[in-house]
């Protein structure tokens, strides 16, 4: 723990997806900051197939070998009776829960026309259905045990805030993830607990699928998923209560507050609209603000409205 107390002492955290890649660094940090940690992995494929006890056990044993306390946990997020387990793992071996951090994912990148029912809906299972299931006995246990400071810390993702164009379902589920934390921020904040979220970009197998001709090129040589688990452990503090309802991005060690949604322009009538005139009126009005953008550009000729 160096020559500080850790900022975690006394907490403890429920990390999903902590077998690999950003999760198991997030485990491992909180583990050094003093945090009690159930390390849940299913030990499954890039694309959700699979289990391997594997990877939990690594990274449970690796904390426990360096002193930490940490407990391995093999459910599946996407199961709603594993993820009762996963919480009530937290309660019977460390006597409570204060944090929880949902990881867990997986990718099955097609472009809209080629995606077929069966990867929209096991995306969707891992990220969207795993946050909900999780978060919902959390939240029981939150709601019982209220007056803590307790954290609950999504992940999302600049595939879903920018809409990637081959990651429909993933963009989708990340996007819900986005909304699930402003419906917990909300809800939760009189039980004492904040809800956050965080985009991260980290070198790990889930970019390494991605071709190299479309990753984005990042400067700077250093990606490593401990500057994500850096600003986790932060949030899992009990300092961070001040951060309630946002996302927040992780890249390297560079930081970014995204802005909640607001509107931008207010198109007012006193009666109904005729739709011709609607249309002039919003092109009039809302143009100016939506010329430009890069990442939505209409097709070729159409941001003129027809004229
Ligand atoms: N790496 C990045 O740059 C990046 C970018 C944006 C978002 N993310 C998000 O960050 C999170 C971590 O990604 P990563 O890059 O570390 O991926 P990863 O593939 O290295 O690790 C994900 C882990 O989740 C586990 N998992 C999968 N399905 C599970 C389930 N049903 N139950 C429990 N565990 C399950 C896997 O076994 C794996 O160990 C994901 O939510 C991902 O969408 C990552």
Known sequence: MGERDGTLVGRVAVVT????????????????????VVVNDVGAALDGTGVDAGPADAVAAEIRAAGGEAVAHYGSVADHEDARRLIETAVSHFGGLDVLVNVAGILRDRMIMNLEPEDWRAVLAVHLDGT????????????????????????????????APGQPNYAAAKMGIVGFTYSCARALARYGVTAN????????????????????????PDRSPEHVATLVAYL??????????????????????????????????????????????????FGPAV???????????????GQ
């Open 236 to 285: 899992a503090g009990p300092r961070s209560g001040w951060l309630n309802g946002r996302v927040m991005g992780a890249r390297g060690p560079e930081y970014t507050l995204y802005s909640n949604p607001e509107p931008v322009r207010v198109l007012r009538g006193r009666e109904p609209w005729d739709v011709q005139d609607l249309g002039e009126e919003l092109h009039q009005t």
């Open 291 to 305: 010329d430009g953008s890069p990442l939505f550009a209409p097709p070729p000729g159409e941001m003129d409205g």
């Open 197 to 220: 979220a965080v985009a991260p970009s980290a070198d790990t197998r889930m970019i390494d699928s991605i071709p190299a001709e479309r990753r984005r090129s990042v400067p700077g």
């Open 132 to 163: 909900y299931n999780t978060t919902h006995f959390a939240a029981r246990y939150w709601r019982e045990h209220r007056g803590g400071r307790y954290r609950l810390i999504n992940f999302t993702s600049s595939s879903g805030l920018f809409g």
């Open 17 to 36: 997806g902590a077998g690999r890649g950003i999760g198991a660094a997030v485990a491992r940090a909180l583990a050094r900051e003093g945090a009690r």
